[in-house]
């Protein structure tokens, strides 16, 4: 299966260290995306990326958080001094831009990383 | 913001239809109905996605109404393995990316 992968799956951390998680996206797919989950709430946006440039990150949450896809395929994203309302679900996500609207603007998800801050 | 507006849980009978609807008052001109699922424990699934005219795939039906206010989504034959929470969301296709997921519809489908 060449779907969404994300590592971790599961992190543990204490307050005040940092956490960068991997994604790997699907492989022909030049878009790229970070989404935030917390428990009982629908994702939501963070950041994302056509290939190696960054084309939205005013949503980060705050300057502790940063995200990087240096090669246009595999993307971090990096969570400095962790607090305990980081602890959520990090969700990456794949596109293929497509000629047509119609077309190909189907995110495909990853299982997610859960962070638990103690 | 959520540009949608969905019940917060339903529930349906194992081997008949879910109709999940949606109401999106506000929709404007470019923007599609997305329908994606999230199974527990597993990130959203892309279902179906419509402008005007109804919509149909192996997983599901589309139904848009013809002012476009509001939508349902139809699991023709429902099976437990549909149990999920169900997001309808509205997007610009032709401005930005993201997804603006409000909070769903749990689906829990029972035997």
């Known amino acids: 299966d060449t779907g969404v992968s994300q590592d971790p799956r599961h992190k543990i951390t204490k307050r005040g260290q940092n956490v960068t998680f991997r994604c790997d996206p699907i492989s022909e797919h030049n878009r790229l995306y970070w989404y935030r989950q917390t428990l009982g709430q629908g994702p939501e946006f963070l950041t994302y990326?056509?290939?190696?440039?960054?084309?939205?990150k005013s949503r980060l949450l705050s300057d502790r958080f940063s995200a990087e896809r240096p090669k246009g395929s595999f993307s971090t994203l990096e969570i400095q001094r962790t607090e305990q309302g980081d602890s959520a679900m990090y969700l990456c996500?794949?596109?293929?831009?497509?000629?047509?609207?119609?077309?190909?603007?189907?995110?495909?998800f990853g299982p997610g990383t859960r962070l638990t801050v103690l | 913001d959520a540009k949608t507006t969905q019940p917060t849980s339903m529930d349906c009978a194992e081997g008949r239809a879910a109709n999940l609807p949606c109401n999106h008052s506000t929709i404007s001109g470019n923007e599609y109905v997305y329908w994606y699922r999230q199974i527990h424990s597993q990130g959203p699934q892309y279902i179906i996605h419509?402008?005007?005219n109804n919509e149909t795939n192996e997983m599901a039906s589309l139904i848009i109404t013809e002012d476009r206010k509001s939508s349902t989504l139809i699991l023709p034959h429902a099976t437990l393995r549909d149990t999920a929470v169900y997001y309808c969301i509205v997007r610009d296709n032709n401005a930005g990316n993201m997804l603006t997921f409000g909070g769903g519809t749990r689906l829990m489908v029972k035997p």
């Open positions: 419509g402008l005007k």
């Open positions: 996500a794949s596109s293929q831009t497509m000629g047509l609207a119609r077309e190909g603007f189907e995110q495909f």
């Open positions: 990326f056509q290939n190696e440039a960054q084309l939205e």
